[in-house]
């Protein structure tokens, strides 16, 4: 019996007690009698919550114009599945597009109630899926995006990550036991040496180490070392665990070592071991403290441990001394040679993550007619087209579209991430993207830099943005000006990505989006090296 079996119904949240009425999967047996009802007529709690069980989300900004969110694991997908998103956003005018989101994923915009059924099924004519992607379900499970391409890779991620889909969601089809979490969970794996995954922001985190040679794989229930290694001499790879990291409104945490290590073959059933506790002993009375470190923080790191062994059947190995991330966050936009002789995967800048149909058709004939038809998305709101062959590369380096999708924007452009904005979600309290767009072109006119800076826009504290993994970090608010009520950002920063990766705290508040340009021009040129065009003409002169 698990500890919400014994919960009083008197301490459920309301959501666990709508989730007890009728578990969110259920929702996929009734998606044809919702299309004829119409989204008016539906009866709220399903319209509102439980159709995120199949990643349709009600948005009260755009009534009756719905968002999709898929599930693409590694974030990997192929241009027969880009054209078949473009399909659908395409048959909704101005108001279809596109996000590319901050976990590798894609929403659609302007969806129809009417128009589920259809599409569903030309999902799973291509292998698309958006099964549990809202709600209280894991999330898109994210890893490195040249995964399989890097010739400094200590592990593919790619084939892991697809198997804990599977496992999750019953290969696409929908997995009852995992559709009642207490709260969402964010799973990453990384197998590079730059942290491309920004494992510190994710409840449980899989970083590349390296034990030594005997020690391969976790303790059996006797105590002795299974899958030890025939070859002495050399280290044995794996994984160091991370666990408890999350951003929300209430408190934004790094995930912490579980003083664990696994080997690859393990991974999939420490994912298992792990959301079994927290689905079992995970706080379901205030949702503000519901996510994993909540619980870590009840029970302590070692008790958690403990538990997390008991599901998995066997100990658990002492964490290698060091993970083996010790690179610099790379973004991946532009040129750059692939492992496999003769090719090159080349990362394109997507302005804030925003497609459009005409965008996601010349991006899916892009990979075919120059790659191999796949396409990668990145963390950064980006898209990698690989295995370009040499002999193709000046030609694809022409195309038009890269004219609008650079391999060489600015150096604050390259770097800009942003959430959905009040334009489409209703927790945000300010719009970001177009914002964020324009205020990057304008400081991009008035400054010079020497590098990078990585700047995020999020509408809210829910963080979808990730303000406090940035340089500057912006975070939508309300705030007062001339005495009336106005948009504004708190600011953050300090946040490290990469090796040696922290969050950034918030150092000013209340700042008015009007009044926003020369408070972002300050920090850029005290903080950053930025210099001012004028005073470089002055002293090139």
């Not at 894609?106 to 958006?130: C, Y």
């Amino acid at each position: 019996m698990t500890d919400t079996a014994t919960t009083t119904k008197t301490s459920l949240n309301k959501f666990e007690k709508f989730k007890a009425e009728k578990d969110g999967l259920a929702i996929k047996e009734e998606i044809e009698k919702f299309a004829s009802l119409g989204w008016e007529a539906m009866d709220e709690t399903d319209r509102d919550h439980r159709l995120k069980w199949v990643g349709v989300f009600f948005r009260p900004v755009t009534p009756g114009k719905f968002m999709m969110r898929m599930r693409m694991p590694n974030g990997i997908l192929t241009s027969n599945q880009m054209r078949v998103l473009a399909s659908v956003v395409q048959r909704y005018g101005d108001e279809g597009s596109a996000d590319i989101t901050t976990r590798q994923n894609i929403q659609l915009r302007g969806i129809r109630i009417e128009d589920l059924p259809d599409i569903f099924n030309r999902f799973h004519a291509v292998g698309l899926t958006s099964i549990q992607s809202g709600m209280d379900n894991i999330r898109n499970i994210t890893g490195d995006p040249v995964a399989g391409l890097d010739g400094d890779e200590l592990y593919d991620t790619r084939e892991l990550i697809q198997q804990i889909q599977d496992m999750l969601t019953n290969k696409g089809e929908g997995n009852p036991e995992f559709t009642n979490l207490p709260r969402k969970f964010n799973i990453a794996i990384t197998g590079g040496r730059d942290n491309s995954v920004h494992a510190e922001i994710n409840d449980l985190a899989f970083v590349p180490a390296f034990k030594e040679a005997g020690v391969q794989g976790c303790r059996g229930a006797g105590g002795e070392v299974e899958n030890s290694s025939s070859s002495p001499s050399s280290p044995v790879f794996g994984f160091n665990i991370l666990v408890g990291g999350f951003f929300s409104a209430k408190r934004c945490e790094a995930a912490i070592p579980l003083n664990a290590w696994v080997a690859p073959e393990d991974v999939v059933s420490v994912c298992r071991a792990v959301l079994e506790v927290f689905r079992d002993h995970g706080s379901r009375a205030n949702r503000l403290k519901s996510r994993l470190m909540w619980l870590i923080d009840e029970w302590g790191i070692e008790k958690f441990r403990q538990e997390v062994e008991k599901r998995l059947g066997k100990s658990f190995l002492p964490a290698a001394p060091k993970d083996e991330i010790d690179w610099e966050k790379r973004d991946h936009i532009g040129v750059y040679k692939q492992k496999q002789s003769g090719l090159n995967y080349v990362g394109l800048h997507i302005p804030v993550g925003r497609l459009y149909a005409e965008d996601m058709f010349g991006i899916a004939n892009l990979a075919e007619v120059y790659g191999s038809g796949e396409i990668r998305l990145t963390v950064e709101q980006n898209i990698i087209i690989p295995n370009v062959p040499d002999s193709r590369l000046a030609t694809f380096l022409t195309e038009p579209l890269l004219e609008r999708f650079s391999i060489d924007p600015g150096l604050l452009s390259r770097s800009l991430v942003s959430c959905t904005g009040a334009q489409f979600c209703n927790f945000a309290l300010i719009e970001t993207k177009n914002r964020a767009l324009a205020l990057i072109k304008a400081l991009e006119t008035e400054l010079t830099f020497t590098r990078p800076v990585r700047i995020h826009w999020t509408g809210c504290p829910n963080s979808c943005g990730q303000p406090q993994v940035a340089d500057i970090g912006l975070m939508g608010t309300k705030t007062r000006k001339d005495g009336k009520t106005v948009e504004g950002v708190d600011i953050y920063m300090g946040g490290k990505v990469g090796k040696e990766a922290h969050l950034g705290t918030c150092v000013t508040k209340g700042i008015p989006c009007e009044d926003l340009q020369p408070v972002l021009q300050d920090l850029l040129i005290k903080h950053f090296g930025a210099k001012l065009k004028q005073e470089d003409l002055v002293i090139s002169g």
